[in-house]
């Protein structure tokens, strides 16, 4: 119920739990407890107002993230967070569905479904990833064989579902990449395996949705109903 009212997502909330930072009712918590809307729920003693329209209403925001900002709440080194350009929420918050690295940016999504966002940030669910990426020169048949078949990285083998030539000008070429992972600086790692460095990534697809031409850097856009439905239906998520 936490989740379904964008609390947070599961795994955030079992380690609240865990932890000893959640109480129902004046008791701590422990995994497993159920509660319903008449439960008193609080977060380290802040009472948590769970609303059952929030927690039937599945929201989804589509948000251009640019280069430099990082996917915290707050940082403390003072750079700008990808939550500072989002809409308020009530009676919730933004979850990000996965996060792209400070020097990656491209689409990232939120949604204030804690059950969603943790269905597709979950390996087993394979989603697909699509990638656009720039590097120095053409790279010839063999290597790209290589990064399809799977190269060995320090936390395991890794490879690309698909590459597409997306041609270039000069000593630019950009590639269209897959992957069903969302390993850290994964994509950046296999190329890098093969001493090619990205001097550009950008991610154009999350799922069934594409990051938008008329969406800047730093904004963003929240779907519609209809969108939301299609989205749902494609990933086999039932609210």
């Known amino acids: 119920m936490l989740a379904r009212a964008g609390i947070g997502s599961r795994r955030e909330i079992e380690t609240w739990v865990k932890n000893g930072r ?76 996965g996060r792209l690295d400070l020097n990656t940016s491209g689409l990232l999504l939120f949604t204030n479904n804690g059950d969603l966002a943790n269905r ?51 000593s630019n070429h950009w590639y269209h990449v897959v992957i069903r992972e969302g390993r850290n600086r994964e994509i950046r790692r296999i190329w890098e395996s093969q001493g090619i460095m990205v001097s550009r990534l950008i991610r154009v697809r999350f799922g069934s949705l594409r990051l938008s031409r008329g969406l800047q850097p730093g904004h963003y856009e929240e779907l519609d109903q209809i969108a939301v439905n299609k989205f749902l239906q494609a990933t086999g998520f039932r609210n």
């Open 22 to 97: 959640l109480s129902i009712n004046g008791q701590t918590a422990m995994l497993g407890d159920k509660i319903t809307l008449r439960d008193k729920v609080r977060l380290d003693g802040e009472l948590l107002r769970i609303s059952k329209t929030i927690t039937n209403r599945i929201r989804i925001l589509a948000y251009h993230k640019p280069a430099g900002e990082v996917c915290t709440r707050n940082d403390e080194k003072g750079r700008t967070t990808v939550f500072a350009a989002l809409p308020g929420i009530r009676n919730g918050k933004w979850i990000s569905i």
């Open 120 to 170: 597709l940030m979950h390996p087993s669910y394979e989603i697909e990833r699509e990638y656009a990426v720039r590097v120095l020169g053409e790279v010839g048949k063999t290597v790209l064989n290589k990064l399809l078949s799977g190269v060995e990285l320090e936390d395991g083998m890794a490879r690309f579902d698909s590459i597409h030539d997306g041609g270039g000008r000069g």
